[in-house]
């Protein structure tokens, strides 16, 4: 009793800002905890799946240039499909949190979530297929050279089959990050790592008494190291004690229409953000070969740079989208505002860090790709570095509108941040891009300034939704 005593008197004599930050510090540690040990798995498992596009350009680019342009082409076709569809598919982590924040223990809701969204992987699925077997006539259309055309049209039609099983994979994948347990999804991705850099190695070129089917073999080894991967993740659903009370895949044909149209109603305009993007990105490396060689080699190096440390801010919005998702299901509104900031501070600081290396070591950086010493790359290096200073301020806003649209989504808000998406980079950034790298001086680093200014501008329209998303009425006020 005279401690109990002793507690009380003491509390009474501290200041009222002291009780309250012993009573708020708690919590925001724990969100920020719980994000780092949520996103870290899926950082990991996105520079994996990073990893495996990084192994079919290794092995194909012992074929040649030729073979090296032709999958550029595919690839580049393929990737506007797929991921568009990834984007339609990740409907399936905010509602699956959602539900989990309703209802703890739910099962019935968020089997019926991941049976559609396995239904709108084979949907999606079926018309890219078709359209992707017809790749080179495209590339023909748009003028590229009948051979490469041929060449890369045999490579998609192979790789078309990876896009089923890739799109499966992520609705399971997805599933159990909604359900904050999203390690396995990473071990699958390694193990998938190593699969597809065998496959490459004996099919491309004809190993162990295989055939050697050049870059037809790459496409075949990316189809079935991705098929693999689902099988993979099916066994874990399905056996793991964890998920297997679930039951995901019973009675798959039943069809269930309004989840069907739920998953599509959210997933579109996420698709459509996502395809709005990685478009205006292709455009710009058209941009930089109108330039010439140099200014297109030292851009696909700095947008590769920027690609590789984008991975963290984008595992840490997944994670926010799941975060953010269970806290609105639950109607906790400041649980919401905690963990959407957490994220969104664990993330712009990691790009804080970014920018600042790439701002004072850009010549080791551009060295890990190309040997800076020879005289042929001395013009790639000075562009490089040119760029890679432009590309510190677009890693700060590259990272915050990731960050905002992760948040975002975790309320199922999507249809917004879409027109956003369209504004900032088909509106603002790549007219920009093309009026300074075409009409002014600044040639290559105009296109990086274009690029930079659009995603800017996505940042500041996707933050300040975020901040606003009370009035908006996205969430209902704190009380």
């Not at 490459?200 to 055939?211: T, V």
């Not at 963990?339 to 004072?360: E, H, K, N, P, Q």
């Amino acid at each position: 009793m005279p401690a109990i005593r002793n507690n009380i008197e003491t509390s009474k004599s501290l200041p009222r800002t002291e009780i309250a930050s012993e009573r708020i510090w708690p919590a925001w540690k724990e969100n920020f905890v719980a994000t780092l040990q949520l996103a870290l798995p899926m950082v990991l498992t996105n520079l994996a799946q990073m990893a495996m596009i990084v192994t079919d350009v290794v092995f194909i680019g012992r074929l040649g240039p030729q073979a090296l342009a032709a999958s550029s082409l595919a690839v580049n076709i393929y990737h506007a499909f797929a991921f568009f569809a990834f984007g339609l598919v990740s409907a399936v982590a905010p509602m699956v949190a959602r539900e989990k924040g309703m209802r703890r223990h739910e099962v019935r809701e968020i089997r019926r979530i991941v049976r559609q969204g396995l239904w709108t992987a084979i949907a999606v699925s079926v018309p890219s297929i078709v359209l992707l077997w017809h790749g080179d006539r495209f590339l023909l259309a748009i003028g590229q050279e009948p051979a490469l055309a041929a060449e890369a049209g045999d490579y998609l039609r192979a790789l078309v089959w990876a896009l089923p099983p890739f799109l499966g994979y992520i609705v399971l994948r997805f599933f159990i990050s909604a359900l904050e347990r999203p390690q396995w999804a990473f071990i699958i991705a390694i193990v998938a790592i190593l699969l597809n850099g065998l496959g490459n190695w004996l099919l491309i070129f004809g190993k162990w008494g295989l055939p050697a089917f050049g870059i037809v073999g790459s496409g075949l080894a990316s189809a079935i190291a991705t098929s693999l991967m689902f099988i993979g993740m099916t066994a874990v659903v399905r056996f793991d004690r964890r998920f297997r009370h679930y039951h995901v895949f019973g009675r798959f044909w039943e069809a269930d229409w309004p989840k069907f149209k739920a998953i599509w109603r959210l997933g579109l305009p996420i698709g459509a953000i996502i395809a709005f993007e990685t478009t205006v990105f292709s455009a710009a490396a058209f941009l930089m070969g109108w330039l010439g060689e140099a200014e297109l080699a030292a851009h696909a190096i700095a947008i590769e740079i920027a690609a590789i440390t984008f991975m963290t801010p984008l595992g840490i919005a997944q994670a926010a989208t799941v975060r953010v998702g269970i806290a609105y299901g639950a109607g906790d509104a400041l649980g919401v505002a905690r963990a959407g900031w957490s994220a969104f501070i664990l993330g712009t600081s990691f790009m804080v860090l970014t920018a600042t290396l790439l701002i004072t070591l850009p010549q080791f950086l551009i060295g890990i790709f190309i040997d800076v010493s020879h005289p042929a790359n001395v013009p790639v290096l000075a562009l490089g570095v040119s760029f890679l200073t432009v590309a510190a301020v677009f890693q700060i806003v590259d990272g915050a509108q990731v960050l905002a649209a992760g948040t975002l989504r975790g309320l199922h808000d999507t249809r917004m941040p879409m027109w956003y998406a369209a504004i900032g980079y088909w509106g603002i950034g790549l007219p920009l891009s093309a009026c300074l790298s075409q009409f002014t001086p600044l040639r290559g680093v105009g296109v990086w300034i274009g690029l930079a200014a659009g995603l800017a501008a996505v940042s500041v329209l996707m933050v300040q939704r975020w901040l606003r998303r009370e009035r908006l009425g996205l969430i209902r006020p704190m009380l």
